[in-house]
Nanobody
Framework: QVQLVESGGGLVQPGGSLRLSCAASGSIIRINGMGWYRQAPGKQRELVATINSGGRTTYADTVKGRFTISRDNAKNTVYLQMNSLKPEDTAVYYC????????????????WGQGTQVTVSS
């Protein structure tokens, strides 16, 4: 069983920073792409940033230059450093990972974390 556990959300003032972490645990052979998504009240879930196993990154236009995604392959962990936060960044943030688990035929499966709330408000 593979689990993703997020941490690091909270309440921050506009212009502030937060760092989200997401650790994958379980019987894992390999993790391919990892990413962060977010969902604001009344809106669809949207992609924030992705990082592949080689470290190549992509970002939504709304967060470019403010957010940085990174990963520590030895710890099966992905991070999202969020700077210059705005009220419109308020959402539940979810991590996602494409994982090849042991005992499931060397196929990659998508896993999601439970979400962590980020609120940007004065």
């Amino acid at each position: 069983q593979v689990q993703l556990v997020e941490s690091g959300g909270g309440l921050v003032q506009p212009g502030g920073s937060l760092r989200l972490s997401c650790a994958a645990s379980g019987s894992i052979i390999r993790i391919n792409g990892m990413g962060w998504y977010r969902q604001a009240p009344g809106k669809q879930r949207e992609l924030v940033a992705t990082i592949n196993s080689g470290g190549r990154t992509t970002y939504a236009d709304t967060v470019k230059g403010r957010f940085t995604i990174s990963r520590d392959n030895a710890k099966n962990t992905v991070y999202l450093q969020m700077n210059s936060l705005k009220p419109e960044d308020t959402a539940v943030y979810y991590c996602n990972a494409a994982v090849v688990p042991r005992g499931m035929g060397l196929k990659s499966y998508d896993y999601w974390g439970q979400g962590t709330q980020v609120t940007v408000s004065s």
